[in-house]
Nanobody
Framework: QVQLVESGGGSVQAGGSLRLSCVAAGFTFSPGCMGWFRQAPGKERERVATILTGSGGTYVADSVKGRFTISRDNAKKTVTLQMNNLKPEDTALYYC????????????????WGKGTQVTVSS
């Protein structure tokens, strides 16, 4: 049984930092793609950052580039999203996601999902 378990969400003021972690169980972590999506109320789920678990190649959305960093630890089957200089517009439910082989922009292409962790940034 595949499980992705997120942790690390919370509430911070603008300019603050949070670190999200996702641990994968029952899933062949590499080679594949792991990453983070987010969904704010009334908006579509969007890709924030993804990483190829084999090569380590990353994608980071323009809206968070320079502030968010994604990394992985294949031995621990963990993907981490370091979020710095958070802004109110980063407020959303953040989901960990995984899929086989290459990464994709479309959330529907991902096979596995966590339950989500809430990030709230106040001004």
């Amino acid at each position: 049984q595949v499980q992705l378990v997120e942790s690390g969400g919370g509430s911070v003021q603008a300019g603050g930092s949070l670190r999200l972690s996702c641990v994968a169980a029952g899933f062949t972590f590499s080679p594949g793609c792991m990453g983070w999506f987010r969904q704010a109320p009334g908006k579509e789920r969007e890709r924030v950052a993804t990483i190829l678990t084999g090569s380590g190649g990353t994608y980071v959305a323009d809206s968070v580039k320079g502030r968010f960093t994604i990394s992985r630890d294949n031995a621990k089957k963990t993907v981490t999203l370091q979020m710095n200089n958070l802004k109110p517009e980063d407020t959303a439910l953040y989901y960990c996601a995984g899929k086989w082989r290459s990464c994709s922009t479309a959330y529907r292409d991902y096979d596995y999902w966590g339950k989500g962790t809430q990030v709230t940034v106040s001004s």
